[in-house]
């Protein structure tokens, strides 16, 4: 394989990625965990969690300019859960967590808005919907 087929290639992987997370399609993660199990759906977020700790975060999808009302149910048997919702520019506009689990927030359709799940050696269930 020669060098510069192998760069223009990377080039269009990483692209193609950096799209897929745009959009709101890929996630980011870090974590240690015995089990993560995360999945995104529509109008909400789940996750099963066996020791886990570190972050997951994605591109929120929101069809439309209207308020929301986030919700966290966490069912955790130990450790910690935290969702902060992120500006473009990713300045937290709310936290949500097992003390405070909802919250209303006011967003535009134009704007990027980003989830970011972070656990502290957290085992049990979550779900977040809005």
């Known amino acids: ?6 760069i223009v290639l990377f080039a269009v992987v990483f692209a193609f990625i950096y799209i897929l997370y745009r ?29 886990c700790t570190g972050w997951v975060k994605h591109a929120g999808r929101f069809r ?3 308020t929301y009302e986030f919700l966290l149910d966490a069912q955790l048997s130990k450790g910690n859960v935290e969702v902060i919702l992120l500006d ?14 909802t919250c209303k927030v006011e967003l535009d359709i134009r704007n990027r808005y980003y989830l970011r799940w972070e656990f502290k050696d ?7 919907r809005w």
């Open 122 to 128: 957290a085992t049990g269930k979550c779900e977040l």
């Open 88 to 101: 473009r520019k990713k300045q937290p506009l709310m936290k949500l967590n097992p003390q405070s689990p």
């Open 1 to 6: 394989m020669n060098i510069p087929f192998f």
């Open 64 to 66: 439309e300019s209207k």
């Open 23 to 51: 959009q709101g399609f890929a996630v980011l993660r870090r974590t240690s965990a015995i089990v993560l199990v995360f999945r995104r759906g529509k109008n909400e977020d789940k996750a099963t969690l066996d020791s």
